[in-house]
């Protein structure tokens, strides 16, 4: 379960803007937003801080006590929206949402498909594919799963998986269509060989320049009609 809690200090900021995102990430520092009850509090958080707190063993689900500013008030939050340099890969920016531990919330989870090598199918040559990679689940937040796990070490070729035959724990329910595809085993494509085409191209061509002459000695045998 992801019922891992991290304490996570963060700062508030009172400038905003992007000159000032930009100055912050110069300092090593992440820039986000605390989303509560109340009216959002703009943040942010050490780089190698935030870091810690989102690879424990819960990851991107922990819920992070957050504290501003060491006040020692804990609001119980979670990662609710992140965005990533596409060339660095660094988090440049964060949305934490408040959030009461009582109350069910809605989060997207991993389906890590289990036993793919061990398959009929997949042993006969098929392929084993997964069209869908997350579910959506309601949940309360220290029971939103860490990640799904899908067994798929039964399946043969042109067997499929849906989210109906997910299994989950008590407290979690999905909320995805329950015929959405997850996996299936499709049979392997036959490549033609680029030598066989060629060869049976050929073939073709001198059936066609052997026809030719012979369609051209009928024609020329047949004797001339007039009509009077």
Known sequence: MAGERTKLTVTARE???SRES?????????????????????????ERELRRALTGPAGLHSILDVQIDGTGRSHASILKEYQVDKVRGYVTHVDLHEVRLDQA??????????????????????????????????ALPLEVPEHIDLDVSHMGVGDTLRVADVHVPDGVKLLDDAETVLATVTAPTRAVEPEVEEEAAEEEAAAEGEAAPEAEAEASSEPDTTEG
């Open 15 to 17: 400038h905003t803007g």
């Open 22 to 46: 930009r100055r912050l990430r110069g300092r090593g520092l992440v820039p986000g937003v605390l989303y509560g009850r109340g009216e959002p509090v703009a943040i942010c958080i050490e």
């Open 105 to 138: 919330i809605h989060a997207s989870v991993a389906v890590h498909l289990v036993g793919g090598e061990d398959a009929p199918g997949v042993r006969e040559g098929g392929v084993l594919s997964q069209p869908l990679r997350e579910l959506s689940v309601e």
